[in-house]
């Protein structure tokens, strides 16, 4: 059983900053690209950064320059970092990561249950 719990969210001003947090636990043998997704009410969801397991970055043009993200393999552990936050920014952050589990099972996508991010003054 694998697990994707993120932390960091909450209500930030315009211009403010918040770092969302993905820490991964349960059996896991190898975890590859590891990424950031995020949805408004009536809205899909949509992909704001990924990170693989070489530490190649791809970033949304609507968050290039402002977020940056990072990943800690010690720890299983996906971060985000947003500065210069926008209104249009507000919507429940997710992470992912793409798992294997054990050495002879196939790589699988996990999610975790998200995390609400408010910029508002």
């Known amino acids: 059983q694998v697990q994707l719990v993120e932390s960091g969210g909450g209500l930030v001003q315009p211009g403010g900053s918040l770092r969302l947090s993905c820490a991964a636990s349960g059996s896991i043998f190898r975890i590859y690209g590891m990424n950031w997704y995020r949805q408004?009410?009536?809205?899909?969801?949509d992909m704001v950064a990924s990170i693989s397991?070489?530490?190649?970055?791809?970033?949304?043009?609507?968050?290039?320059?402002?977020?940056?993200?990072?990943r800690d393999n010690a720890?299983?552990?996906v971060y985000l970092q947003m500065n210069s936050l926008k209104p249009e920014d507000t919507a429940v952050y997710y992470c992912n990561a793409d798992i294997q589990s054990k050495p002879i099972a196939s790589m699988m996508r996990y999610w975790g249950q998200g995390t609400q991010v408010t910029v508002s003054s």
């Open 53 to 70: 397991s070489g530490g190649s970055l791809n970033y949304a043009d609507s968050v290039k320059g402002r977020f940056t993200i990072s």
């Open 40 to 45: 408004a009410p009536g809205t899909q969801r």
């Open 75 to 77: 720890k299983n552990t």
